[in-house]
């Protein structure tokens, strides 16, 4: 009901009408419209409710529930009743005054984190819609990281990372990789070091040091620090790059040289000899002296002015060489009666003498050390000399 009217005046929109005492002809209108009712519409935060605010009876109105950008509708309610999460809500035909609710909750995205053997990630394993988590990328001691990739694609080796904006689930992966050291090796010359170039964490590589034929070790160091004149050498489990160094000398032999008092050795002493080399020695002997003999390594040599000992591989060398007649004049390294003998034969003219009797049988005379004195002759006295010697009566030859 809109209005009523009386032969044409308004009596409102009365739904009962008496009239007063006719006394004439009376029109009476009445006008009507459809009824209207309110729509309320209340979004909460981060979200809108569209459509009409107010509905004819009978219609059936459409109303869509839209969440902000990155919020998703978590009820609708008509009336009080929940209708769920929908975004779309078809009223039943209208009849009286609605209420429509909606809420709505920010979007959260899963963050799936997939390490690799020997190592981890960590941070939030999901994320709010527009945030920017961080993550560490962590390698277990000894190994290192060697990709990082986000939703599959590679972005580096990184030990940290932060996300753009979130708006989707991510999917994070690394992989590691064990450490390798590097062995550098440095031997000086006339030497080898011998072991690998390289070394993974933990592991404890082998050295050997050897030197070249005729040298010996003087020195490894490890880090610059000595480790002695060692040819083997065994590191510690690695944890960092490793320097060896290794230096070498040649060998060197002693020989030994004795001679008595009467003649000299050059060189003087006793001296030593490289590996490989030769040593040349000279014998000078005292005047009225000679050369008796040399006695190189044991074996006689006779009466040489010089020795050589040649490409020398060893020690023990030995060099004696005597100046002093021995009264050995038959050379079979020993003085004895028939030395003596021969002396006598010969001083008595028996014997021709040759060059090695006068050589070792010119004995006489005697110093006051009882030294010989040779004289250039063998008589009766050097072979009295000689005897004495061979009974060991004798104390300076």
Do not use: E
Not at 4 to 12: A, D, E
Not at 237 to 262: E, G, H, L, Q
């Amino acid at each position: 009901m809109t209005d009523v009217t009386l032969n044409g005046v308004s009596q409102g929109a009365v739904t009962a009408r008496t009239l007063a005492p006719m006394s004439a002809n009376a029109s009476i209108t009445a006008s009507f419209a459809i009824n209207v009712f309110n729509a309320t519409l209340t979004p909460g935060a981060n979200g809108s409710i569209t459509g009409p605010a107010s509905n004819n009876f009978g219609a059936t109105p459409s109303y869509s529930i839209i969440p902000a950008t990155g919020f998703h509708v978590t009820d609708v309610t008509l009336n009080g009743v929940s209708q769920g999460a929908v975004t779309t809500l078809t009223l039943p035909a209208v009849s009286a005054d609605v209420a429509i609710t909606a809420s709505f909750a920010i979007n959260v995205f899963a963050i799936t984190l997939t390490p690799g053997a020997n190592g981890t990630i960590t941070g939030p394993v999901s994320a709010n819609f527009g945030t920017t988590p961080g993550y560490s990328i962590t390698p277990a001691t000894g190994f290192h990281v060697t990709d990082v990739t986000l939703n599959g694609v590679s972005q580096g080796a990184l030990t940290a990372l932060t996300l753009p904006a979130v708006s989707a689930n991510v999917t994070l992966t690394a992989s590691f990789a064990i450490n390798n050291y590097s062995v550098s090796l440095t031997p000086g010359a006339n030497g080898t070091i011998t072991g690998p170039a390289s070394a993974n964490f933990g592991t404890t590589p082998a050295y050997s040091i050897a030197p070249s034929i005729g040298f010996h070790v003087t020195g490894v160091t490890l880090n610059g620090v000595s480790q002695g004149a060692v040819t083997s050498l065994i590191l510690a489990p690695m944890s960092a790059n490793v320097a060896i160094a290794a230096s070498f000398a040649i060998d060197t032999f002693t020989v030994n040289v004795t001679s008595d008092s009467k003649g000299s050795v050059s060189p003087a002493g006793s001296p030593t000899v490289n590996f490989g080399s030769s040593q040349l020695f000279s014998f000078t002997p005292n005047a009225g002296y000679h050369v008796v003999n040399v006695v190189a390594d044991g074996v006689s040599q006779g009466p040489v002015t010089s020795f050589t000992f040649t490409n020398v591989t060893a020690g023990g060398h030995t060099l004696k060489v005597v100046f002093i007649p021995d009264g050995d004049l038959n050379g079979d390294g020993v003085v004895n009666v028939s030395d003596a003998l021969r002396a006598l034969q010969i001083a008595v003219q028996l014997v021709t003498p040759n060059a090695q009797d006068l050589l070792r049988g010119d004995v006489a005379p005697f110093d006051g050390l009882g030294i010989p004195v040779p004289d250039g002759q063998i008589t009766v006295g050097d072979a009295l000399g000689i005897l004495r010697k061979s009974v060991g009566l004798t104390t300076g030859f």
